[in-house]
């Protein structure tokens, strides 16, 4: 299982999302030579979702192809190649021997990791022009990240190495937070977070982000201040961290960011006057790479991350 891939064949990239499966073959620089996608069957159960992955496969599938790379939601371990635990967005998913399951469905070894890792395995950047330590942070429903060293991802004890919304945050005090512990990040700064706070500063009830976004566009008081707080809290905190790790990248991704100019400039000037005299020309871009970021991640995990066979010795189903 530690075998790793051939560098000169193509290998499958699959990325599993809630709602839709991305599949590609992927040439070994890195040239998309086929796409195919299709619909998570997410409330049909584990197996469905295997299927599903192993049709995708299929699709883009060349002669030539030694290996898969799955990028999957959840928290995944790549040495079990199972699923540790997953949000009820796929029914079942959780203990999921995915990497064995998708290995014996298409014959070939498979790699896996969770997306937002593999996306960061993708934009940590090709050799030669790689950061040595890059920092990404997903910020959305919760706040996930990653950090990757000379292109490598690192994932810690448990596999929880980027799980970013778990620092203490001075903004978030004594706010619970969705690991049970309180005074977290995520607790403050993730879309859920922004919205409860302008809630509870408001009084006025707001379904999701975009409703408090709104309001902040049209310069409502509560709603400005509670997505300033959320980006000023991510901006302190990712700053602290780039002074931590000596970061010569920083990736800002996730639907949070996407709310506005009033959310990105109060980020920006808060990770700014965190950081270190050497690190100061340092500011957190927008992920690079487009719509085959994914794909592309999930391929790359293939050369990276432990490969599980196929059990040979009762055949594969291919
Ligand atoms: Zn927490």
Not at 24 to 50: F, I, K, M, N, Q
Not at 82 to 92: C, E, H, K, Y
Not at 146 to 156: E, P, S
Not at 203 to 215: H, I, K, M, N, W
Request: charged share 15%; with cysteine.
């Amino acid at each position: 299982m530690t075998a790793h891939r051939p560098h000169d064949a193509p290998v499958i990239g699959l990325d599993l999302g809630g709602t839709k499966i991305a599949a590609a073959l992927v040439a070994p620089d890195g040239t998309v030579l086929a796409r195919h996608s299709l619909p998570t069957p997410a409330t049909e159960g584990a197996e469905a979702v295997l299927d599903a992955l192993a049709v995708a496969a299929r699709a883009v599938r060349s002669s030539d192809a030694t290996a898969v790379g799955v990028a999957a939601a959840g928290v995944i371990d790549p040495v079990t190649g199972t699923v540790t635990s997953a949000t009820d967005t796929l029914r079942g998913w959780a203990g999921t021997a995915l990497a064995t399951g998708l290995a014996a469905r298409t014959g070939l070894p498979v790699a896996c990791d969770n997306d937002v890792r593999a996306a960061a395995t993708e934009l940590a950047g090709p050799a030669g022009q790689r950061a040595s330590v890059l920092l990404y942070a997903a910020v959305g429903t919760g706040v996930g990240g990653a950090v990757a060293v000379d292109g490598r991802v690192l994932h810690g004890a448990a596999g929880v190495a980027g799980h970013l919304g778990h620092l203490p945050s001075p903004e978030a005090e004594g706010l619970p937070c969705t690991c049970g512990a309180s005074g977290h990040l995520e607790a403050i700064a993730a879309g859920p977070g922004i919205t409860a706070h302008y809630t509870r500063m408001s009084g006025a009830p707001a379904d999701r982000l975009e409703t408090v976004a709104a309001r902040a566009a049209q310069a409502e008081p509560h709603a400005t201040a509670a997505v300033v707080l959320g980006a000023r809290a991510a901006g302190r905190a990712l700053g602290g961290l780039a002074n931590a790790l000596g970061a010569d990248r920083v990736v800002l991704a996730g639907g949070v960011p996407r709310i506005g100019a009033l959310y990105l400039d109060a980020l920006h000037a808060a990770f700014a006057a965190e950081l270190m005299p050497p690190l100061r020309s340092l500011r957190p871009v927008s992920p690079r790479g487009g719509p085959d970021t994914a794909v592309l991640g999930a391929a790359a995990l293939t050369s990276t991350l432990p490969l599980h066979h196929p059990d040979r010795t009762t055949g594969a189903r291919r």
